[in-house]
């Protein structure tokens, strides 16, 4: 062996040396950043098993015997207000996404009079802070006999959320090839047929994006039922979770924080099954000014 | 094009005279549709406003039919009576303010009960005084049974006492008192005048027979504020303060129920029992029929005290100037004349555009022109058909309440405001008080901070776990493997729902068993333990530090999408100059993930201008205001205070606030484009 081979290998040694501590350095800081996100979560599982006296006691004692019984105190109190939310909050992500595939289209394929007007007129709205219409919108459903249904929530809720997700379906079906289109339309598809079997599969990754992002933001809204929702019987959980925290609140951790579990799960379930597609539709270059 | 022009070549005549005998016939119907309909609305207008009685706030009103006269009783202490020719005959000035007014024919007396515990007997026709029985409370209700000359009294005491009297009309002797426990605002003589029905401030209705002995009861929702019995059938209509009418039979079975919108205030059934008239606090009347089905609403400007359904004329009295009066004949065919006016309204509409089509059509230059504009519209009708739904709910949902919010600013618009017509133009007032007193500036500054925090939260560690993830090493299989799953790690906290996570932060900074101090406790610092929510000092930093490390999912994913978007080149050619990381990070990633971080930093400026969800959860603004922010002002302003016009003028400040901030980040990114 050579001199100057031995000592290219050496350098490659070390370089290598060196690659693999700044990889576990970063998986080592990264590993950190996680444990540190997930605390509030495990300490809500670890929590949701304790009676009170075990939470007095010492609260990082493992629970034993665990309370599996809060569990039913949060289910008998929350079952029905999670399936409120369930349907509310799957009608009305149904309306935004559907809403917004369709306009985000017409803006981002289609050349008609007006179109810069009417884009306009719905981007302008990313301005308007929500607060400045809580009043007059609350008015408004009273006017309209919707209160305490399910109709003040979805009808708002598609009107609002649609403003973001027209703007992202648009940017991203900018980015499908022309030519797909073009040669649909040579072969005759109607416009509509372009729209369902060309658009919507391709942008599959954004749409599933505006599933989740609005999925999460209707479950968490809490201002909105709280105030067009009089019934406990059609309440949302979002809301019923604090009026069951206040009530369980003093008496009885374990329980309290068990119903916090318990409103946790529609999510996880949801994101179980589209957390693939919802990554690649926001890193997808889509999502940006 | 040329081949279209060709299409538009000159009409023949004959198209012409077609277009021409269309437009005419299309006129003739317009004018037909237009009289029709102004004719039934001519007929459903059915309340018309009376010149006299313009007393200031009008009360109660009878009507005597052998004298020919009309009795105003006002909320300011006085009676009037009017002869047939609207003119004032005679009026007399009592010392209190004028509940129930009944009428002897027989008699010719005219019975009072006033506020100031007294039941007048005037004659009617001269207006002398001819009695005055004093009786223990107000009066607020009087039924009277002319046969036997026994006169109902319903007389308050106070919240907790209420008495009913039973008085002989010639003496004043009390035949009967019924001592209650809640207020029994009307109290009225069943069918047979054997028994009473009345309903209290508990929602009770109670039957009750002339010995004081409670025969029957049903419930009401709320406090009862009307009753009226229905003289032909000895029903009994029952109204609450929240709208819901009863009806129920003389035994108190409920026969139907409904709730009509705004606070119940005057209930009136016409004699012959086939109407049925319910008044509003807010100015609405809403009239029946037998059935319970509305026939008809209008709305008035005042709260409407009374609903008098006379033999041949009958009156709605409001609490103001404002007397009508209508005809029980015209609500025969209300219901027919309601729909007519519909009809024909639309009607109407569709032949203005018809008749302008047609007479388009008539003039060839506007007809090509016309021809044009809908070839436009039919050729885009995909586009159009397809934004419709979306421009039809941003325009009722968020424009229609943008502009409603534009102007109740400057109005004095609250809880206060019982109908729309008395809210007032007050200008900047609104505004001058954010600035003068109120909370709102105090917010600003709690609102700075956060927002500051926020930004900072932003752009250091989900940028920082971005480039971490994207150092990952690429290439051979392991390393996407490794990539994959920290993304979906860092993605995960996501699903636990902001109330809950807000929520679980609570019990953490919770002074006796929040994890925080226990971990503190645990660790020897015990000595660093504090009430984190509960200390003026410390409550704006635990809401800060919220959410700690700041792993925002979002943010996070955007960045890294940003990163991985990079064309691969430019790191090669930078690599060949001999680059570092350090300027990779700020030569490369940061003007290549601009686009994306400026949609972060205005997404979260707007958010949290606006924000208020976490102080709300958190420390509702409190300890003191330690932790105000200016949306939390707003929102309490709205629910809390009632201040409308007020909460309304603090979200356009918002709105002008976020405009602004907009406006600069639009411009940042034109000047980059240039």
């Not at chain 2, 971990?519 to 610092?525: E, F, I, P, R």
């Amino acid at each position: 062996m050579t001199e100057r081979s031995l000592r290219a290998d050496r350098m490659h040694t070390r370089r290598k040396v060196r690659q693999i501590s700044f990889q576990s350095g970063i998986t080592f800081v990264t590993v950190i950043f996680v444990l540190l996100a997930f605390i509030p979560i495990f300490l809500m599982l670890f929590l949701s098993l304790k009676n009170q006296s075990q939470f007095y006691a010492n609260l990082w004692a493992i629970p034993n015997p665990p309370q599996w019984k809060n569990y039913d105190a949060a289910w008998n109190q929350l079952i029905r207000n999670m399936l409120n939310s369930v349907a509310t909050v799957s009608v009305g992500t149904l309306l935004i996404v559907s809403l917004s595939a369709m306009s985000g289209y017409v803006f981002a394929r289609l050349e008609f009079p007006l179109k810069n007007f009417l884009f306009m007129l719905m981007l302008a709205l990313m301005m308007v802070p929500g607060v400045l219409t809580l009043t007059p919108s609350f008015k408004l459903i009273q006017r309209l006999g919707l209160k305490n249904t399910w109709w003040a929530l979805w009808l708002p809720w598609a009107s609002g959320g649609q403003v973001m997700g027209m703007y992202l379906c648009r940017t991203f079906i900018s980015g499908q090839p022309a030519s797909l289109f073009e040669s649909a339309r040579i072969d005759g598809a109607t416009e509509f047929k372009a729209f369902f079997y060309i658009a919507i599969p391709l942008a599959k990754p954004i749409l599933a994006t505006l599933v989740v992002m609005n999925m999460i933001s209707l479950y968490g809204d809490f201002i909105w039922p709280l105030l067009v929702i009089e019934s406990n019987t059609r309440q949302v959980i979002s809301v019923a979770i604090q009026t069951y925290s206040s009530s369980t609140g003093m008496t009885d951790y374990g329980a309290m924080i068990a119903g916090f579990v318990m409103a946790t799960v529609p999510l996880l379930i949801m994101f179980m099954f589209s957390s693939r597609l919802y990554i690649e539709g926001i890193t997808s270059g889509a999502v940006k000014a | 094009m040329a081949l279209k022009r060709d299409k538009a070549a000159p009409p023949t005549g004959g198209i012409r005279r077609a277009a021409l005998y269309l437009s005419i016939v299309f006129a003739l119907l317009l004018i037909a549709s237009c009289a029709l309909n102004i004719y039934a609305r001519g007929q459903t207008d059915i309340f018309r406003m009376v010149e006299y009685g313009k007393s200031l706030q009008n009360n109660r009103i009878l009507v005597s039919s052998d004298l020919n006269m009309v009795f105003l009783g006002t909320y300011h202490n006085t009676v009037l009576a009017f002869d047939a020719n609207e003119k004032q005959v005679w009026s007399s000035d009592i010392g209190g303010a004028i509940e129930a007014m009944r009428y002897d024919p027989q008699r010719q007396w005219l019975i009072i009960g006033s506020q100031n515990r007294n039941v007048y007997i005037f004659d009617a026709a001269s207006g002398e005084n001819i009695a005055t029985y004093p009786v223990n409370g107000k009066v607020y209700d009087l039924d009277y049974h002319q046969e036997t000359g026994r006169l109902l009294v319903s007389a308050n005491v106070n919240a907790s006492s209420h008495t009913l009297y039973i008085l002989d009309i010639e003496t004043g002797e009390p035949l009967m008192t019924a001592k209650l426990k809640q207020v029994a605002r009307n109290a009225r003589f069943s069918k047979d005048y054997n028994h009473i029905f009345y309903g209290d401030a508990r929602g009770r209705v109670i039957k009750m027979d002339l010995n004081g002995e409670t025969v029957a009861s049903a419930k009401a929702t709320t406090e009862v504020r009307a009753v009226a019995v229905v003289h032909k059938t000895g029903d009994v209509m029952v109204l609450d303060t929240l709208g819901n009418l009863f009806r129920f039979d003389e035994d108190l079975n409920q026969l139907y129920t409904l709730k009509l919108v705004g606070e119940g205030r005057a209930v009136g059934v016409s004699d012959d029992g086939r109407w049925v008239a319910v008044g509003t606090r807010e100015g609405d009347i809403y009239i029946l029929n037998e059935r319970g089905e509305v026939q008809f609403t209008d709305r008035h400007s005042y709260d409407v005290t009374q609903i008098y359904f006379g033999e041949d004329v009958s009156y709605a009295v409001t609490l103001s100037p404002e007397l009508f009066e209508f005809s029980t004949k015209k609500l025969d065919n209300i219901n027919t004349m309601s729909l007519l006016s519909t009809v024909t309204l639309w009607t109407s509409l569709g032949l203005i555009v018809l008749l302008a089509s047609s007479l388009i059509m008539t003039f060839p230059r506007s007809r090509a022109k016309g021809r044009r504009f809908f070839e436009a519209l039919y050729h885009h009708r995909v586009a159009y058909l397809m934004l419709l739904p979306s421009i039809a709910l941003i325009l009722i949902f968020n424009y229609y309440n943008v502009f409603q919010a534009f102007y109740y600013a400057f109005t004095d618009w609250s809880q206060a405001t019982r109908t729309m017509r008395e809210i007032n133009f007050i200008g900047f007032d609104n505004f001058v008080k954010i600035f003068n007193e109120g909370y709102f500036l105090l917010g600003v500054k709690n609102l700075l901070i956060m927002m500051a925090a926020s930004f900072l939260k932003l752009l250091t560690v989900p940028l920082l776990l971005a480039e971490l993830v994207f150092a990952m090493r690429t290439g051979s299989g392991e390393s996407s493997r490794r990539r994959y799953w920290f993304r979906l790690l860092l993605v995960m906290p996501m699903v636990v729902p902001g109330v809950v996570s807000t929520l679980m932060w609570k019990n953490i900074y919770d002074p006796n068993i929040g994890a925080l101090n226990t971990l503190l406790d645990t660790v020897g610092l015990g000595s660093w333990k504090h009430s984190w929510l509960g200390n003026p000092d410390t409550a704006l930093g635990a809401i800060i530090c919220m959410g700690f490390p700041w792993v925002n999912s979002f943010a996070f994913l955007v960045y890294y999408g940003g990163l991985i978007n990079i064309p691969a080149d430019l790191f090669e050619a930078a690599r060949v100059d001999g680059s570092t990381p350090v300027w990779n990070f700020f030569h490369i990633h940061l003007p290549l993930i601009s686009p994306q971080l400026k949609m972060l930093i205005i997404t979260t400026f707007i958010g949290s201008v606006q924000d208020y969800g976490g102080v709300y959860l958190l420390t509702q603004g409190g300890p003191g205001t330690a932790t105000y922010v200016p949306g939390l002002e707003l929102y309490y302003a709205a629910t809390k205070f009632g201040l409308y016009g007020y909460a309304c003028a603090m979200g356009l400040i918002m709105f002008v606030v976020i405009l602004i901030g907009s406006l600069i980040n639009l411009r940042m990114k034109t000047q980059e484009l240039n």
